[in-house]
């Protein structure tokens, strides 16, 4: 999370950093509300409002795929209906739907489909042991959303209207698709910008949607395994490494590609040798310090070349208020967030210094990773119960725990659904 | 152009360059037939073939908009047809069509709308003095466009195919839509991953469509005036610069709407203090250098941080031909390909050494320069005939004169058109 994205610009400076400077002017012409102390104008774009929802619901029920239906893999499952909010440079937001799920109509000439103006969140509906429908910490995420819509220039929103715009689809959908205790379903919400118009600039009309889908699982149950890409780079300093936009991901599928060719699940991503992210997740390796203290070590988010995971800040601040002081019965942690290399990663191995290392993002949830092969060497990483790390294994119950309701924890938030009638 | 694209890949060579491994197996797998001593399997998928070009016509042409309709300032006029294909991972290519211009229906989850799975060319069809219908190097940009979509993780394709189907929606479309001596159309030719399914993986299903647009002018008629990005970055080594992705353009509208706000016409793009491109054209200066040499400069493709432009490529070509020994009139230049700074500009500046600079692409042309901000401090350029420097005057008029067909050249490929019944 960049808190600074939501933080009064009091004007735009003139601050050397033209994205920086932009992001501010974007927020102040497209979403003055969230200004607190900035001067509204008669003239302001009318915001994104949940209150104003048209419900439209389907008339044509799809059926839900049982436990083992194919179609489960293919991740294109969504369930019977969806949110658009349409937004226009000239009059800011139309009233957001509930509508029947469906294709979208887009023009040849949409921003979208030329200059990758689009962004996303990954986020999951759990269906609790009580009976409950939760989402996990979701104002994280509409609030991240914001950072990366801004940064792809698209118009800004208030993230607590996005929020309850996805509390009111799951609300809908949630008792049909989502009936048994233990399982998810995965969430997407999408801007896009959907304005037909070729020439290289700011597009002047977005659409934000919500879908819900089945994601098939993503565990590896022997543990991940990572190919270090040593030339190729996710992302760059003055690049958008930090925001959920998709420049991010397309030019990363080749080399995800060549490393399942190669065996290997995903790539560790480095930059000028530093260890940044493992696929599309973010990277944590528990090791034995050289002055004897064990650590657990991931990568800042000072630089912005990494993703602000809402797993990843859970898990660290887990650690700090549980994993600091010996209650957990595991040797206690030091929390350190900092850059490291893959030479620091091959040299604690070399000294068997690491005690495990985990991916964390919301599909793969908490990760262990079994080996990191760098320079055509694997390196294995420790498992101490087989499958897993204790550490990451007990993080992972945690977590699991609020998702599902078994701890009752304000990051677990209560969906209350609607009857169908 | 990275002709290394589609050289032969002799199977798919364990290389440390993850990236690079991929892009040959891509084409090994989608385009078999692009590697002359591969083994073929019998299983191979349908290449594109524009010989099955299937023909749907019209039923509601539209009209032309006369000059001065403001709907050519938006850029999103399109021609009466567009060509579609579509390819799919398990069986290669579909026959292409030729059909009435009309929106895409996409799934939301398909993998353009999340993963900037896209890319992109941009040519131009122009309308001769002798009123024959012209492209300028189209076999350079089909290239290009496959190496933009095996980077992307889109399929391969025989460029020489693509060029026929551009070929003959123009054949159609040029003689209704346009007729005058002297103007152009701008042609998008675009690939997209076009199937439905949210997880971040190599897209099974592609659609290619080309369209046709009239583009409202990008000349900028006292010079352009440009703003040096010092600290945000459009692309870096191990990246994706040289592609045509719509991952490169996304990401920098909001340093450019800066600019804009800040009244530059484009950003200056740096890399460490590395002159790299201006907006989306490659930059060129002419300047004399401290041995007292005139040296025309720009930067070079090995890094593959910039975009290998046509204009750029031709420029070159032209300049070597005819600018090096004072046939032109003008003083004689020495053609230099180099990294060089922001650094060197101000030096040159400082001494009064450089002669004149200009920006170079399809959209904006040869566009010359007439400022450039670094650091809160204006540079200006000299423009030698008061809107233009001399040498981009001249090279501007070459290119010109092959495009419309005043001077017989193998880059104006004439395009034979269909005679309306």
């Not at 009059?91 to 739907?97: I, Q, S, V």
């Not at 990363?252 to 190669?262: D, I, P, W």
């Amino acid at each position: 999370m960049a808190p600074s994205a939501i933080t009064p610009p009091h004007g735009v400076q003139q601050t050397s950093e033209l994205t920086t400077a932009a992001v501010a002017r974007k927020i102040a012409e497209t979403a003055p509300e969230l200004i607190s102390n900035g001067v509204k104008t008669e003239m302001a774009p009318r915001p994104l409002d949940a209150s104003k929802l048209k419900f439209t619901k389907t008339t044509s029920p799809m059926s839900v795929p049982q436990p083992g239906d194919p179609i489960i893999m293919t991740a294109s499952q969504c369930t019977d209906h969806m949110i658009t909010a349409v937004w226009k440079a000239s009059t800011g937001w139309a009233d957001p739907e509930l509508r029947p799920y469906g294709n979208l109509s887009l023009a040849p000439t949409a921003s979208v489909l030329h200059y990758a103006t689009e962004c996303f969140e990954g986020m999951k509906m759990y269906r609790g042991f009580d009976g409950k429908l939760r989402l996990f910490r979701p104002d994280a995420n509409c609030k991240r959303m914001l950072v990366s819509s801004t940064r792809i220039s698209l118009p800004a929103f208030d993230p607590a209207e996005l929020e309850k715009l996805i509390k009111a689809m799951i609300a809908v959908d949630g008792p049909k698709w989502l009936p048994k205790p233990g399982t998810f379903l995965y969430l997407r919400p999408t801007m896009i910008g959907s304005g037909g118009a070729l020439g290289v600039a700011t597009p002047k009309e977005a659409t934000l949607f919500v879908i819900a889908t089945f994601m098939p699982p993503l565990d590896a149950p022997t543990g991940m395994r990572l190919l270090a890409s040593t030339n190729g780079v996710r992302a760059w300093p003055g690049g958008f490494g930090y925001a959920k936009v998709g420049a991010n991901y397309g030019p990363s599928l080749m080399a995800n590609g060549e490393a399942r060719a190669r065996g290997y699940d995903q790539v560790l991503w480095l930059l000028n040798g530093t260890v940044t992210e493992a696929g599309a997740s973010n990277f944590f390796v528990v090791w034995r310090s050289k002055e004897g203290k064990v650590q657990l070590v991931t990568a800042p988010l000072d630089g912005k070349i990494i993703l602000d995971g809402v797993t990843r800040r859970s898990i660290l601040q887990l650690a700090r208020e549980r994993l600091t002081s010996g209650q957990s019965g595991l040797e206690s942690l030091e929390i350190v967030e900092r850059n490291f290399t893959m030479d620091d990663l091959v040299d604690a191995a070399k000294d068997g210094r690491i005690i495990e290392a985990f991916a964390a993002g919301t599909a793969y949830f908490v990760c262990p990773v079994a080996a990191i092969n760098y320079k055509d060497e694997d390196l294995d990483i420790p498992m101490a119960r087989g499958n897993s790390g204790d550490y990451a294994h007990l993080v992972k119950s945690w977590l699991t725990n609020i998702m599902y309701g078994k701890e009752d924890h304000e990051w677990g938030v209560v969906v209350p659904e609607v009857e169908d009638k």
